[in-house]
């Protein structure tokens, strides 16, 4: 018997399907993607209607030639690439390469023995709209790159570069960090109120409103003159209102709650959630099992689920929590308008296939998204939370207080899967208290408050935001926050996004030069025209004509007005140490910074920070130390690495050394010092000094120790708790 031959994008899937399809079938891999555009040209002819010539990708000669070796000896090939845009860009590229009319198209969306033979089964032809929406996706990214990214190199610096999505990314960061910048903030006071009943139960209540106008107090004065007015009040209950609410589960997750959650609660990059989260669907050797996929497919914007999953679910749930906890029909979830329903949810393939079975077949982080997948899936079809809230009104001649109480009635699908909490009320308990019921007023309490300005983004953030503006879809979030990353245009501080200095001046070079390009309605719209384009509804020809006369508009414009920052210099009054000539502030990658203009006989420079009046103010003049190589003083630097020391009398004297962060590494017997560092993808770290005798290293922040099991000198943070990272202690708080 002829066998056949299964074309497949990665080599784990590979090892997987073999397994389950035996040796009728040849299995090959592509390793990804097997042609692209050309690196080193646009790589698009754009007078001929945008045609793409896609080359062979540079290492994939070796590939390509077994696939066409492997076709030869076949009647029929399948092509099993990932079940997207991207995947049906690879099913035609093969195509194309081995140069044979009948191929068969097969979507695995999950990689189980059932759901494999099932595709194998009903095999489709290969979906040229698909392929048209990925080739202009493509394209369209070719033509921002390779038409902004020279002029930035031009008048900016070389290196540097534009995309169409991470611009507008770029973008959301530099506006919140404006938001934060141009923040005032707005005092105003509590005032709280402990009261006691006859009983001797005390309660807390704060002050709401006055007769019926809610108090906005702003000051100190008008807080205590409020405190003043109703110590001699007498308080009685007036109103007691209990209501029973209900928290619903949510559904399963789509590709951008998972990474959001997966960040929340797990700490995962999204890009490092989408790696594991290809594992668990290409396959992991689960024993008894064998290889199999745990989870259905990860790249969706649907919440939809099988029929069948929902049974297996409930049976699931019945079977281990109760009756009670199993909702009298199925839940079935709604997808919003823009969402595509090509695949379901991303859910377990098994859900006997429980995390404390697979728990030693897989790595530490493995496990947690797998759990968190399976928890949330069986969660979707658990019954209810239901919890009643309670307010009580306590008032005094004018003045109405306010305390709110809540207590549950029926834990419901948080017994297995907690949610944000986002829509639930959560208060203490309040003593059974009876309208009309005297109390007496114990304690006053005024406490000064501010307002506070929008937080920075975290990664999660970022991409829940992404998604509600419909820009970028489930394959490319976790590209779009990584990037901007890797290019230098943010850096993490904290766990939160931060525009760089060299992120700043592109964000406002591209606002000002190409306000369409970085447009999020223009963006988002771009991504409606890819979907229709998917769906066969527009032509991507077309789409890409309007898109490019926009963009050549924009370029023309810029090429004629955008300032040469390289050679732009402006003199300030600020003197050179050395030689007494005036300084001139020019611009870098690293932000602003002082060259003399002695140069260049004089070679001094400055890191400097420029405020929003313009204000230049030098940042290297506290003095860090003394050099133990010259006795010059040692200053802080800023670099392409980061924040160093270095010697004031360079360069006569080149003595350099880490920035020290001011804490002891906690190894034991290491008398290195804690010192900052970036990794190659500008990501910062803390590590010791020591460096390579001592291997201590970390991205938590580090406290004041000593550690209270160990007594290493230095602890560490990391949500809320501490941390020893002492190799023989592992001590944390509660």
């Not at 002819?45 to 994939?60: L, S």
């Not at 704060?206 to 004065?221: A, C, V």
């Not at 506070?452 to 991409?463: M, T, V």
């Not at 938590?700 to 941390?723: I, M, N």
Request: aromatic letters at 8%.
């Amino acid at each position: 018997m002829e066998k056949s031959l299964l074309v497949v994008e990665s080599p784990t899937k590979m090892k997987t399907l073999s397994k389950f399809l035996g040796k009728a079938f040849t299995i090959k891999a592509t390793y990804g993607h097997i042609k692209d555009l050309p690196k080193s040209k646009m790589g698009v002819d754009i007078e001929k209607g945008f045609i793409p010539n896609f080359e062979i990708v540079k290492g994939k000669k070796k590939v390509v030639d077994e696939l066409k070796k492997a076709s030869t000896t076949v009647e029929n090939i399948f092509i099993g690439s990932d079940p997207d845009r991207e995947g049906e860009a690879i099913a035609f590229h093969v195509a194309e390469v081995v140069g044979k009319k009948a191929i068969k198209r097969v979507l695995f969306h999950e990689i189980t023995k059932r759901g494999v033979l099932e595709a194998m089964k009903t095999p489709t032809g290969l979906d040229e709209a698909k392929y048209n929406a990925q080739k202009a996706r493509r394209i369209l990214d070719r033509l921002v790159g390779y038409t902004i990214s020279p002029l930035l190199w031009e008048k900016v610096s070389y290196g540097l570069s534009a995309g169409r999505v991470q611009s507008v990314a770029l973008r959301l960061v530099c506006d919140r960090e404006d938001e934060i910048n141009e923040f005032v903030r707005e005092e105003y006071w509590i005032v709280e109120c402990v009261f006691e009943r006859e009983t001797g139960e005390l309660f807390t209540a704060q002050l709401d409103r006055k007769n019926d106008t809610k108090l906005k107090i702003s000051s100190r004065d008008e807080a205590e003159q409020i405190k003043k007015e109703i110590q001699e009040g007498q308080f009685s209950v007036t109103k007691i209102e209990l209501k029973e609410k209900s928290l619903s589960p949510q559904p399963a997750f789509i590709t951008s709650r998972l990474q959001q959650e997966a960040s929340r609660k797990l700490n995962f990059s999204p890009k490092r959630t989408m790696a594991l989260a290809q594992q668990l669907y290409e396959g992991v050797d689960v024993g008894e099992e064998g290889t199999t996929g745990l989870i259905t497919y990860m790249r969706t914007d649907s919440v939809r689920v099988s029929n069948e999953a929902i049974r297996d679910a409930r049976q699931f749930i019945e079977g281990t929590f109760g009756k009670t906890y199993l909702p009298k029909l199925p839940r079935i979830f709604k997808n919003r308008k823009t969402a595509q329903d090509a695949h379901e949810a991303i859910r377990p393939t098994n859900v006997m296939l429980t995390p404390e079975r697979v728990k030693t077949y897989l790595d530490k982080n493995l496990f947690l998204l797998y759990e968190l997948i399976w928890k949330r899936f069986i969660a979707s079809q658990m019954a209810v939370k239901r919890f009643e809230t309670k307010t009580v009104e306590v008032a005094s001649r004018d003045y109405v207080f306010v305390a709110r109480g809540s207590r549950l009635l029926f834990d419901g699908f948080t017994r297995l899967y907690e949610e944000n909490g986002e829509n639930e009320e959560s208060y203490g308990l309040l003593p059974e208290l009876k309208e009309g019921e005297r109390v007496l007023l114990r304690e006053t309490n005024l406490q000064q408050r501010f307002t506070n300005p929008p937080p920075r983004y975290n990664e999660a953030s970022l991409i829940k935001t992404l998604e509600t503006k419909g820009i970028g879809r489930p394959s490319t979030y976790a590209t779009i926050v990584s990037t901007v990353q890797e290019r230098n245009y943010v850096r993490k501080d904290r766990g939160r996004l931060v525009p760089t200095p060299l992120g700043k001046m592109v964000n406002e070079l591209l606002k000002n030069f190409f306000p369409l390009i970085v447009d999020t309605d223009f963006t988002a719209k771009m991504e409606e025209r890819l979907d229709l384009i998917e769906d066969g509804k527009k032509s991507w020809v077309k789409s890409l004509e309007k898109f490019y006369r926009y963009l050549s508009e924009e370029v023309s414009r810029a090429q004629e007005n955008m300032k040469n920052l390289k050679k732009e210099e402006k003199e300030t009054d600020i003197r050179c140490d050395r030689c007494g000539k005036p300084m001139l502030l020019r611009w870098g990658k690293n932000g602003e910074y002082l060259v003399c203009s002695g140069r260049p006989e004089c070679k001094n420079k400055k890191n400097v920070r420029v405020g929003d009046n313009g204000a230049v103010t030098i940042i290297e003049n506290e003095i860090k130390g003394i050099c133990p190589r010259c006795g010059g003083n040692l200053f802080e630097k800023r670099g392409k690495f980061g924040r160093f020391f270095a010697c004031s009398n360079y360069p006569a004297c080149t003595y350099t050394e880490p920035f020290s962060v001011g804490y002891a590494c906690p190894q034991k017997d290491c008398a290195g010092k804690l010192v900052e560092k970036l990794s190659k993808k500008k990501k910062r770290f803390i590590s010791c000094s020591r460096y390579p005798d001592c291997t201590f290293a970390t991205n938590r922040e580090p406290v004041e120790g000593p550690c209270p099991s160990c007594g290493a000198p230095t602890l560490f943070s990391y949500r809320k708790k501490l941390f020893c990272l002492r190799k023989d202690c592992g001590w944390k708080s509660q």
